[in-house]
Nanobody, 124 residues
Framework: QVQLVESGGGLVQDGGSLRLSCAASGSTVSINSFGWYRQAPGQQRELVAPISHSGRTYYADFVKGRFTVSGDTVKNTVYLQMNSLKPEDTASYYC??????????????????WGQGTQVTVSS
């Protein structure tokens, strides 16, 4: 059974940085793909950045150049480094283990494999 535990959220000022962690158990970072999502109140959950088992990544336009997703196969943890944070980045951030298709560079979540989320609040 896959368990994903996010951490690292908090309150930060406009322009600040945070690093989110997603610790995986029952799943191995080196052979699986993961995606970071976010959901603001009243909004749909949206994909922020996925990473394939081989380290391939892509980013939503609204975070491109500011966020970086990475994986640590020793710690079996996926990270989301968030720089130059903006108030509109305020949301709950979730980790998912799903499927990354290299052809077409697409990520599909597995709705059975979500973490509990971590709250990020960016003040202006």
């Amino acid at each position: 059974q896959v368990q994903l535990v996010e951490s690292g959220g908090g309150l930060v000022q406009d322009g600040g940085s945070l690093r989110l962690s997603c610790a995986a158990s029952g799943s191995t970072v080196s052979i699986n793909s993961f995606g970071w999502y976010r959901q603001a109140p009243g909004q749909q959950r949206e994909l922020v950045a996925p990473i394939s088992h081989s380290g391939r990544t892509y980013y939503a336009d609204f975070v491109k150049g500011r966020f970086t997703v990475s994986g640590d196969t020793v710690k079996n943890t996926v990270y989301l480094q968030m720089n130059s944070l903006k108030p509109e980045d305020t949301a709950s951030y979730y980790c998912n283990q799903g499927t990354y298709f290299d052809f077409g560079n697409r990520y599909y979540p597995n709705n059975s494999n979500w973490g509990q989320g971590t709250q990020v609040t960016v003040s202006s």
